[in-house]
């Protein structure tokens, strides 16, 4: 699924759009430039899951955990992962990573997936392209992996 997305609101509207499509377990990767719009992605994707906290990019922090008041009790938590920052693998698994990748109450988001591959081996893996445009566009491409 592609879209041409010309704002922020158009941004997380697709976030909301593709958090229906989101499973317990699933780990979303984020791909793009400084910019791009993936925190904004995620924005929407909270806002889909039924999070009414303000999302914040964990660019310092690594990681932000989310809480999700649902009925349905499928998915319990949003888990927003930036690696932009990270030095190595092991801060992650030092802040207890583990116990959410892939974890069927868990949905996480990754932005800089590409630090940690060895983490996500053998998990199930969605992928969002951001690619910037002229102005304020940008061509959001969402996909399910192949593995």
Same mark, same amino acid.
């Given at each position: @699924?592609? %879209?041409?997305? #010309? !704002?922020?609101?158009?941004?997380?509207?697709? *976030?909301?759009?593709?958090?229906?499509?989101? =499973?317990?377990?699933?780990?979303?990767?984020?791909? /793009?430039?400084?910019?791009? *719009? #993936?925190? !904004?992605?995620? #924005?929407?994707?909270?806002?889909?899951? /039924?999070?009414?906290?303000?999302?914040? !990019? &964990? $660019?310092?922090?690594? @990681?932000?955990?989310?809480?999700?008041?649902?009925?349905?009790?499928?998915?319990?938590?949003?888990?927003? %992962?930036?690696?932009?920052?990270?030095? =190595?693998?092991?801060?992650? %698994?030092?802040?207890?990573?583990?116990?959410?990748?892939? @974890? &069927?109450? =868990?949905?996480?988001?990754?932005?800089? &997936?590409?630090?940690?591959?060895?983490?996500?081996?053998?998990? $199930? %893996?969605?992928?969002?392209?951001?690619?910037? /445009?002229?102005?304020? $566009?940008?061509?959001?491409?969402?996909?399910?992996?192949?593995?």
């Amino acid at each position: @699924m592609e %879209i041409i997305s #010309k !704002s922020l609101h158009e941004t997380m509207e697709f *976030g909301q759009k593709i958090s229906a499509d989101l =499973n317990g377990g699933d780990i979303l990767c984020l791909h /793009g430039d400084l910019g791009a *719009g #993936k925190t !904004s992605l995620v #924005k929407g994707l909270a806002l889909g899951l /039924g999070i009414k906290k303000d999302v914040t !990019s &964990p $660019t310092f922090a690594l @990681m932000n955990v989310y809480e999700i008041d649902n009925d349905q009790g499928v998915i319990n938590k949003l888990v927003h %992962i930036d690696t932009y920052r990270l030095k =190595n693998e092991e801060e992650l %698994i030092d802040i207890g990573v583990e116990d959410f990748l892939g @974890m &069927p109450d =868990n949905v996480c988001v990754i932005e800089w &997936p590409e630090k940690i591959e060895r983490l996500l081996e053998d998990k $199930t %893996i969605k992928t969002a392209k951001i690619k910037h /445009g002229h102005g304020n $566009t940008r061509t959001i491409l969402y996909m399910e992996d192949a593995k």
